[in-house]
C-alpha cells in the first residue's frame, strides 16, 4: 500500500519561506514522477510543480522562480522550497505520486499573511 505524509506547513509572513517534505513509504518512488498541487480556498485544486524519476522538473507560471521542487531517492522524499511567498499562495498543498491514477497525500496547510 503506498502512503504518502506531508510535513513543513505553516503560518508565515508574506515574503517568507517554507519547506514542504513528502516521504512515501514503498517501493514506487525511485520509479515515479512526483508532483506537487494546492487548493486555496474556495478555488479548485491547481498543479504546481513536478520532477521526473530522473529529475528534470516544470513549474506552474505562478511559481516559476519562487518554487524549486527536488527529490531524495534514498529518503523517498520529495520537497518543495517556497520562497518569497505571496498572500495569494495560501492554500493545502498536496504531494502526489505520478503513476497511473497517482496517490495522493493528505495536504498541509500553508498560510501566507500579508
Known amino acids: 500500500q503506498v502512503q504518502l505524509v506531508e510535513s513543513g506547513g505553516g503560518l508565515v509572513q508574506a515574503g517568507g519561506s517554507l519547506r514542504l517534505s513528502c516521504t512515501v513509504s514503498?517501493?514506487?518512488?525511485?520509479?515515479?514522477?512526483m508532483g506537487w498541487y494546492r487548493r486555496a480556498p474556495g478555488k479548485e485544486r491547481e498543479w504546481v510543480a513536478i520532477?521526473?524519476?530522473?529529475?528534470?522538473?516544470i513549474y506552474a507560471d505562478s511559481t516559476k522562480g519562487r518554487f524549486t521542487i527536488s527529490r531524495d531517492n534514498a529518503k523517498n522524499t520529495v520537497y518543495l522550497q517556497m520562497n518569497n511567498l505571496k498572500p495569494e499562495d495560501t492554500a493545502v498543498y498536496y504531494c502526489?505520486?505520478?503513476?497511473?491514477?497517482?496517490?495522493w497525500g493528505q495536504g498541509t496547510q500553508v498560510t501566507v499573511s500579508s
Open positions: 520532477i521526473t524519476r530522473g529529475g528534470s522538473t
Open positions: 514503498g517501493s514506487i518512488f525511485s520509479s515515479s514522477a
Open positions: 502526489k505520486v505520478e503513476i497511473g491514477v497517482g496517490y
